[in-house]
């Protein structure tokens, strides 16, 4: 028999799931003026995509990253995530 494992290296997957969840916020921010629930839910979401983005940092640091297309995603991930704390505070 042959052992074969696979090791579950970072892809642009990782970093899909909390662009997903930013996308709203960004959305809504492009379109109309936020009113405050929306700016409480948007508080929500932005952290709940930094939880995710730590998260995909475990995968980074643990089991690394083979494609040069991850961390593209990885920096466009990042930059939506500082433009809307940027957007948050600034309300």
Same mark, same amino acid.
């Given at each position: ?8 290296? /970072?892809? =642009?997957?990782?970093? +899909? !799931?909390?662009? +997903? &969840?930013? *996308?709203? $916020? /960004?959305? &809504?921010?492009?379109?109309? =003026?936020?009113?405050?629930?929306? $700016? %409480? ?6 952290? &709940?995509?930094?939880?995710?983005? /730590?998260?995909?940092?475990?995968? &980074? ?5 083979? =494609?040069?297309? +991850?961390?593209?995603?990885? /920096?466009?991930?990042?930059? %939506?995530? *500082?433009?809307?704390?940027?957007? !948050? %505070?600034? =309300?």
């Amino acid at each position: 028999m042959t052992d074969t494992t696979t090791t579950r290296t /970072a892809t =642009e997957g990782t970093w +899909a !799931l909390p662009l +997903a &969840v930013l *996308a709203p $916020l /960004a959305l &809504v921010r492009l379109l109309t =003026e936020p009113t405050t629930p929306w $700016l %409480v839910l948007s508080w929500i979401l932005w952290s &709940v995509s930094a939880l995710l983005i /730590a998260a995909g940092w475990t995968t &980074v640091l643990r089991k690394g990253t083979r =494609e040069n297309a +991850a961390w593209g995603m990885c /920096a466009v991930v990042h930059a %939506v995530l *500082a433009w809307q704390l940027i957007s !948050l %505070v600034g =309300e």
